[in-house]
């Protein structure tokens, strides 16, 4: 009785935060407009990388989710730099006054260079996320040079990373999507929250949703636009309480992101993790998904 009444808490509490944050469709009024971009880099050498890691100038961008922040990607990021695969370079803050500030350092000879990209207003609607994501993306391309880019998203971060290649995937001022890596992301709000079939048997199950939810039909009605040889590695997370999901996203949610891209991408892969390891806001603080999406990357 008091484990059901736990996940009836649970879910109620998720509908709340989820429902809140899938201010998916529509920006509010109070969501600002970029009106001025700032750069404040300071000159530091380059880090040497491991050579056991392919060498790019593709940049790699990192995205938290709703109510995120810097912590939500400090872990991916630090274990990129300790592993030698990687450098951090940029930190890319987007204010709530409208003011876009670049700060770090930049050298266009910068190998497998890293921008963690934070949302002062990190409850902001998901059309105002995209838009702050896709104006980042137009200043890396136009004042630091990048052609190419990856990017990793957790939670809402993946789903705005997605979005923002759906709604601007042939818009020639942005860099090439190389490659994605999702981590946990509600693609289909809460479809398949309260799923009783076993782990097993949901990824036999067909990725297409039961159930679409407005964002998931918006997202499918874009499909064309999404950019052609892009790679996604899908890291997908159950905290094995016998529910399917990661305790805010269940697991048919975050796979149905391979219905939306079938036949658009070079290379799809799913990664599962299980346990307590494996919960929401675990998984992007788990070594293993820091080792896959090192090894996918680079």
């Known amino acids: 009785m008091v484990k059901r009444f736990r996940i009836t808490l649970q879910f109620l509490l998720l509908t709340f935060v989820i429902g809140a944050a899938v201010v998916l469709i529509g920006a509010r009024k109070s969501d600002p407009k970029i009106t001025k971009v700032t750069s ?44 030698g695969a990687a450098q951090k370079a940029l930190v890319v803050h987007v204010y709530k006054n409208g003011v876009m500030a670049f700060k770090g350092y930049w050298h266009h000879s910068l190998k497998n260079p890293m921008v963690q990209v934070v949302f002062q207003d990190n409850h902001a609607s998901q059309k105002a996320q995209i838009y702050w994501l896709h104006q980042v993306l137009v200043q890396l391309k136009a004042k630091y040079g990048v052609d190419r880019y990856n990017a990793v998203g957790h939670s809402l971060g993946a789903n705005d990373i997605v979005n923002q290649a759906l709604t601007y995937g042939h818009d020639r001022k942005l860099p090439t999507l190389n490659k994605i890596v999702t981590i946990g992301g509600p693609f289909d709000g809460l479809t398949g929250y309260l799923n009783a079939e076993t782990e097993h048997q949901v990824r036999q199950m067909a990725a297409k949703p039961a159930r679409f939810t407005r964002h998931f039909a918006t997202m499918l009605s874009k499909r064309q636009n999404f950019p052609k040889n892009v790679q996604m590695l899908n890291v997908i997370g159950d905290t094995n309480a016998g529910f399917n999901n990661d305790g805010y996203v ?13 036949h658009k991408l070079a290379k799809y892969e799913e990664r599962f993790y299980s346990g307590t390891a494996a919960a929401h806001c675990a998984l992007n603080q788990n070594p293993q998904v820091a080792r896959s999406m090192i090894s996918f990357l680079w």
């Open 250 to 262: 269940g697991v048919a949610s975050a796979r149905s992101i391979s219905y939306v891209l079938r």
């Open 40 to 83: 404040q880099l300071t000159p530091k050498t380059a880090v040497k990388l491991n050579g056991q890691y392919q060498q790019s100038k593709t940049a790699t961008i990192f995205l938290h989710g709703y109510n995120g922040g810097a912590n939500s990607t400090n872990y991916l990021i630090k274990h990129a730099e300790k592993a």
